[in-house]
Structure formats: C-alpha cells, structure tokens
C-alpha cells in the first residue's frame, strides 16, 4: 500500500509481518519482521530491475542505523559531527540550551556577505535536524 503524506513510501502488512519500501532518488532501503517477506520482495524486485544490495542499512539521508541483538538505533551524530566540523566548530564546548531564548536578533548593519551560500547550506542542515532534534528547533528558526 502506497502512503498517502509520503508516495515514496510502501508498507505492506500480513497478519504479524510488516514489510516497508522507501524510494529515495536511485536508493531503496527495505525493512521489515519477516526475512522471508524481505527476500521475496528482493527476489521480485532483481527480476524487473537491474539492483544491487547492499546489505544492512548503515546510513541514509544522515541518519545512522546500528544492527543489535535486541534491534536497531537510529542517531544523527555523524550528521551532526559533519555539520559542526563544516561550520569550523569542532573544537567549541557545548552547552545543553543552544541559544538563550530570551535573546533577539536584530538587524545588522553590516555588508552583505559577498557568497551566502555556505550560510544558506548550513541553515539548511540544521533545518533538517530539526524533525529529529526538537531541543534545537528554537534557536534554528531565529537563523532563517
């Protein structure tokens, strides 16, 4: 079944199994409870389609995936890491609130930087953390 907020994303469930397809540019991250189920869409799949497997999903779309016994975990750190490394602040020492929120931003006066592109890839980025990191959210909508 087609989702309908997303029409890259397939689920199909059968009594206790789930299988879930997501389609993302030339990518397809397969998940699912049933190995069997998984193999059989594989197996369809290969036969209308040139694909390569990859084998268990690592990384995709900045979110990394850790295999356990007792699962998966998801976390952004290598995302964020990158992030931070991009903007030149590896070496600053964090804080657990990101920006006072009391503070406000006002209009500079200053010239316009003359290649706002980086700026713009980095608002970007954190915007995109957003959807998975509600403790920034506050101080990213103040940057755009």
């Known amino acids: 079944m087609q989702a309908h907020v997303d029409h890259s ?13 997501i389609i993302y540019v030339d990518n397809i991250v397969l998940a699912g409870n049933s190995i069997a189920k998984i193999d059989k869409v594989k197996h369809l799949l290969c036969s209308n ?15 990394e995936v850790v295999h356990s016994s007792s699962g998966i975990s998801l976390c952004q750190r290598k995302y964020c890491l990158d992030l931070i490394s991009y903007a030149g602040f590896l070496n600053c020492k964090p804080c657990s609130t990101p920006m006072d929120t009391s503070f406000r931003l006002h209009h500079d006066s200053s010239e316009a930087l003359v290649n706002p592109l980086s700026y713009r890839r980095l608002v970007g980025c954190l915007i995109y953390l957003t959807s998975t990191r509600p403790d920034i959210v506050y101080a990213t909508q103040q940057l755009s």
């Open 9 to 21: 994303l397939f689920t199909k469930v059968t009594g206790h199994t789930i299988t879930v397809l």
């Open 49 to 63: 389609f040139h694909i390569r497997d990859l084998s268990k999903l690592k990384y995709f779309l900045g979110i």
